[in-house]
């Protein structure tokens, strides 16, 4: 199971948008995906269709990261309706802030890593929405994390808030975990996965550019609609949905072959043989 953080230090740049993207991806090349929802803004539960009555959530988890809690926290998303596949969600909450404060423990930021180590049989590919912050909940996600993708857009705020991210993913590769790397970094494990900022380029567009500068992708109005309607871009029609569905499926390649995911369908040499 590879589990990828999608960051952002500032609001408003596109990270729940880059998460539902690379779900969407995920769920449309059949790799058995489970959201996190660890923004107490729980855009990413309302995004992908899931009913939340009578189930645990997040707050649950990160309060009692037991597998039993764990299972009871985790519902299908109602993209499942759409075709066959296992695609899941760990309900957000608001309560989520309650578990944000500055200064976590190390048992803290070890909860998500323990409660996802219940579900690891489960599944091949883990997406978690971070905060907006580099507080107790970021911290906790990159902790359990095999790669973090930082997001950001054009302008200065944003750019420097995506270069303080990276150099905090060092300093959490450092200090408590070593196998975390941000995406894109094609470097040895082991070695910084920071080495510069991110560069803003001309025009307005959201950017994923963490270390290894993976691709620019575009807004798009199709993209909105499709959220606004709890559905996975890869079903919304239109040329401009599915060029934009292109663009997630590369940037999942990237992850997958990075992160060492095996690729449904796809004949490697050892399963050829």
Request: hydrophobic content about 45%; charged content about 20%.
């Amino acid at each position: 199971m590879h589990v990828l953080s999608v960051s952002s230090l500032k609001g408003g740049v596109g990270k729940t948008t880059v998460t539902l993207g690379l779900a969407s991806a995920a769920f449309a090349r059949g790799v058995k995906t489970l959201v996190v929802d660890l923004d107490p803004q729980s855009d990413v539960s309302t995004g992908m269709d899931i009913q939340v009555a009578g189930r645990l959530n997040i707050a649950d988890v990160l309060a009692n990261p037991k597998e039993k809690v764990v299972r009871q926290a985790i519902t299908s998303s109602g993209w499942a309706k759409v075709h066959p596949g296992i695609i899941d969600v760990m309900i957000g909450s608001p309560s989520a802030i309650n578990f944000d404060g500055p200064h976590p423990s190390v048992r803290d930021v070890w909860k998500l890593e323990e409660a996802l180590a219940a579900v690891e049989a489960d599944y091949d590919l883990v997406l978690v929405d971070c905060a907006p912050s580099l507080n107790a909940l970021t911290r906790t996600a990159w902790a359990a994390s095999d790669r973090v993708i930082v997001v950001t857009e054009p302008g200065l705020f944003s750019v420097a808030a995506a270069d303080r991210a990276l150099r905090a993913i060092e300093e959490i590769r450092r200090g408590l975990s070593p196998r975390l790397q941000a995406a894109g970094d094609r470097r040895e494990p082991g070695a910084p996965a920071v080495d510069r900022a991110p560069v803003p380029d001309q025009g307005a567009a959201r950017h994923v550019r963490p270390a290894g500068a993976l691709p620019q992708l575009p807004e798009r109005t199709s993209l909105e609609q499709a959220q606004g309607a709890a559905k996975p871009l890869h079903i919304w029609p239109g040329d401009s949905a599915q060029e934009l569905a292109a663009d997630f499926d590369a940037l999942l390649d990237r992850v997958m072959r990075t992160g060492r995911i095996p690729i449904p369908g796809e004949v490697t040499a050892s399963s050829a043989t």
